[in-house]
């Protein structure tokens, strides 16, 4: 387990990069808990960040999405919702994780710290809306509002813009979910080249029902390019 002195630190280098001194630092030592570490060190009775987390999705969601309709008023809620989905994405979340340096400092289990946890896109993103979720409990709305645009207020502008990454597949859950309930799953059906320059297909299933496919270098990608596909016949169907 690392040191209490450690810990402060870590803390204490954090707060200057985020320019913020937390009046609880409990609120910070939270955010940047992992729940593998709070797992090996369950006799200490830890708590990780994800009840957190939890709550900083809801402040990030409000937040952007405030942002967006009083500063694009031309957009229809369809649109917004598009582009509010491409800044709270993952990838997104991710590189604002990384401008952040926060990878250095989250507390991690050991194993997770040697599969590579701190460069981890999930772990980063989580530990960005846990910090957010901090910020708010510690000072505020308006903090949190401040420390969200200063770091993601460029991602809305790249989102308006079609210049940032587009998370394909939240979109087409969004637009599924406006209905009934529908099932969405995805399967690589193909894979095509060499093992240095493979590309794969993937086929998106609707309720069970294959629907639109996509081509990509990782399944990722493959599988984002299915659902754009397919939102693309949707619209044309709408």
């Known amino acids: 387990m690392e040191k209490f002195e450690d810990i402060t630190n870590k803390i204490n280098e954090f707060e200057k990069i985020i320019q913020y001194t937390f009046k609880d630092k409990n609120n910070i030592i939270l955010a940047l808990t992992h729940s593998s570490y709070a797992n090996e060190y369950k006799n200490q009775k830890l708590r990780s960040n994800e009840r957190l987390e939890f709550l900083g999705d809801t402040v990030l969601n409000m937040i952007i999405s405030e942002e967006i309709y009083t500063k694009y008023n031309d957009l229809s809620e369809g649109e917004m919702t598009k582009f509010r989905s491409n800044v709270i994405c993952e990838a997104s979340l991710a590189e604002c994780a990384k401008n952040l340096n926060i990878g250095k400092y989250l507390l991690l289990g050991k194993g997770e710290e040697n599969t590579g946890g701190r460069q981890r896109a999930s772990?980063?993103?989580?530990?960005?809306?846990?910090?957010?979720?901090?910020?708010?409990?510690?000072?505020?709305?308006?903090?949190?509002?401040?420390?969200?645009?200063?770091?993601?207020?460029?991602?809305?502008?790249?989102?308006?813009?079609?210049?940032?990454?587009?998370?394909?597949?939240?979109?087409?859950?969004?637009?599924?979910?406006?209905?009934?309930?529908?099932?969405?799953?995805?399967?690589?059906?193909?894979?095509?080249?060499?093992?240095?320059?493979?590309i794969f297909v993937s086929q998106v299933k609707i309720n069970g029902k294959p629907a639109g496919k996509g081509k990509g270098k990782t399944k990722k990608e493959a599988e984002q390019m299915a659902a754009k596909e397919t939102i693309k016949t949707l619209e044309n169907h709408i």
């Open 123 to 198: 772990i980063l993103s989580d530990a960005v809306e846990a910090l957010i979720g901090a910020l708010y409990l510690d000072a505020g709305l308006e903090k949190a509002k401040s420390f969200v645009l200063a770091q993601m207020g460029e991602m809305i502008e790249k989102s308006i813009k079609g210049i940032i990454f587009m998370d394909y597949k939240t979109q087409l859950q969004e637009i599924l979910q406006r209905g009934s309930e529908k099932k969405v799953a995805y399967e690589i059906i193909d894979e095509k080249g060499p093992d240095h320059d493979k």
